[in-house]
Nanobody
C-alpha cells in the first residue's frame, strides 16, 4: 500500500523561500506536486519519474524545483508570491493507482 505524507507548509513572507517535503512509501512510477489555490482548480507544479527526470508545466518551470532523495520528494521555490497561497498536495502514481497526501497549507503574506 502506497502512503504519501507532505510537510513543510505554513506562513511564509513574500519573497521568502518555500521548501516542501513528501515522504512516499511503497513502489511508484512517479511522484508529483500539485496545488489548489483559493477559487481555482488543482494544478500540476512538477513531476519526477523514478529515473530522476523532472517534468514541469511551462508556467512552473522557472520558479519551482522538484528533486528526490530516497523516499522523500522535495519541492522548492526561491521567491514566493502571495498568489502562491494554497494547499499543496503530493501525488504518487503506480501502474494502476494514484495516491494523494492530505495536503499542506501554504500561506504567503505580503
Amino acid at each position: 500500500q502506497v502512503q504519501v505524507v507532505e510537510s513543510g507548509g505554513g506562513l511564509v513572507q513574500a519573497g521568502g523561500s518555500l521548501n516542501l517535503s513528501c515522504v512516499v512509501s511503497g513502489s511508484t512510477i512517479s511522484v508529483g506536486w500539485y496545488r489548489q489555490r483559493p477559487g481555482k482548480e488543482r494544478e500540476l507544479i512538477a513531476l519526477i519519474l523514478n529515473n530522476g527526470r523532472a517534468n514541469y508545466p511551462t508556467a512552473m518551470k522557472e520558479r519551482f524545483t522538484i528533486s528526490r532523495a530516497n523516499a522523500t520528494v522535495y519541492l522548492r521555490t526561491k521567491s514566493v508570491k502571495p498568489e502562491d497561497t494554497g494547499v499543496y498536495y503530493c501525488n504518487a502514481k503506480t501502474t494502476w493507482t494514484r495516491h494523494w497526501g492530505q495536503g499542506t497549507q501554504v500561506t504567503v503574506s505580503s
